[in-house]
């Protein structure tokens, strides 16, 4: 035992004979760290020499020894793993810092009004459609109230003409790549649409109610709410239908139901033909369901006289935002437009369809949707 300790102690002063000097030599960094490792291994070494004699404090020593060490080892890895964390996130850092930077058209108020905004399309009634052959007049609620919020303060709205996107994922990436300034067609907000493209979604011109369409036939008599309704879908093994890139498609493969996709052809792009399709097939049992905004589902219905087919979703159980989209940098555009919406909402005015106080803002709308072919008492905006 005896010769062990000293062995022990004349190691421990050797290594603090070399720490010191290494310190002493070492980049400063590293100096102070191994200076005191070196004291505390010549301190320990003392100290067991010290109390050789007494088992519990050089028990005591021991353990505390056995633990410093390994709890030395853990801090190297640590310090280790901290290391590669720091080099990922330069990595990552530097990565990003090399992407260009999109910059914005309008910098102040005063470029919206030189420049003018330029707008894209989907004809898709009753938010935007064309009327007239020469010239072709546009018209519909984006379009109306566009107009109202630029035009007052001698911004002209224009559209690009040679251009008519046909699908819902190019409009976006039109409107990324600085082809238009907006989509004029109010759409609802979705997080992938916010995760998938450079875009940011303004005010809400309104909140609209998406219904779960299905025949009365095969359902309880009673209304459910969104996450019961989907239960009830899925127990029953129903398949649905659901346009390419609509909100219908969003919902469908958002919660894994069964439904069929159709393409609509660039024609273009009479949305009213497909969803009005979809709707016979339901009627004709054809296809179990689908989801359709409950305003332009119940003018179809009417108008193709289906009253079997129903929303099985209580009233306004299931609310999307619908908004102008602008670039993520175009904030001044952004800015300027809610501030105009803010206004036309704060506005009193009087509903020409059942004499009640609305707001400006909510009367065009309307007014332009019930133009679109909605019923006044079907468009029941929020």
């Known amino acids: 035992m005896d010769n062990f300790l000293r ?24 100096r102070w760290l191994i200076l005191f490792y070196s004291i505390g291994t010549t301190c320990y070494a003392i100290l067991v020499y010290l109390f050789k004699d007494n088992p519990v404090l050089l028990t005591s020593l021991i353990s505390v020894a056995v633990f410093f060490v390994l709890f030395s080892i853990y801090a190297y890895f640590m310090k280790k793993k901290i290391k590669e964390i720091k080099k990922e996130y330069s990595k990552i850092e530097s990565q990003i810092s090399s992407i260009p930077q999109r910059e914005t058209k309008y910098k102040r108020f005063k470029d919206i009004k030189q420049d003018n905004v330029k707008y894209g399309y989907i ?41 008519h996107s046909s699908n819902w994922s190019h409009i976006f990436k039109e409107l990324e790549d600085g082809i238009f300034d907006i989509i004029i067609i109010p759409l609802f907000e979705t997080r992938s649409r916010l995760n ?13 109610d998406i219904g779960l369409y299905a025949k009365n036939e095969q359902l309880p008599n009673t209304k459910f709410l969104f996450s019961e309704a989907i239960e009830f879908v899925k127990s029953k093994n129903w398949k649905g239908k659901h346009l390419e890139n609509e909100i219908s498609n969003s919902l469908m493969t958002k919660h894994k139901l069964q439904s069929i996709e159709i393409k609509p052809t660039v024609s273009r792009y009479n949305e009213d033909e497909h969803f009005q399709g979809i709707i016979d097939e339901i009627n004709e049992g054809k296809t179990n369901f689908t989801f359709m905004e409950v305003f332009k589902a119940k003018t179809i219905i009417e108008k193709i006289n289906a009253p079997a087919v129903i929303n099985i979703l209580n009233e306004k159980e299931l609310l999307y935002p619908v908004s102008f989209v602008v670039r993520k940098e175009d904030t001044v555009l952004k800015n300027f437009i809610n501030l105009r919406l803010m ?25 332009a949707a019930v133009e679109g072919g909605i019923l006044p008492e079907e468009f029941n905006d929020t």
């Open 343 to 367: 206004e036309m909402e704060l506005v009193k005015d009087v509903d020409e369809y059942n004499g009640e106080e609305t707001t400006k803002l909510k009367k065009i709308v309307k007014k």
């Open 123 to 163: 004809v898709y009634k009753p938010f935007f459609w064309n009327e007239g052959r020469a010239p072709i007049r546009h018209t519909g609620i984006g379009y109306k109230v566009l107009e109202e919020v630029l035009s007052p303060l001698g911004i002209d709205i224009t559209d690009n003409k040679n251009y």
């Open 196 to 208: 998938k493209f450079n875009v940011t979604f303004c005010t809400p011109l309104f909140y609209s």
């Open 7 to 30: 062995i022990a102690t004349f190691i421990g002063m050797v290594a603090g004979i070399i720490g010191v000097m290494f310190a002493l030599t070492n980049e400063i960094k590293k």
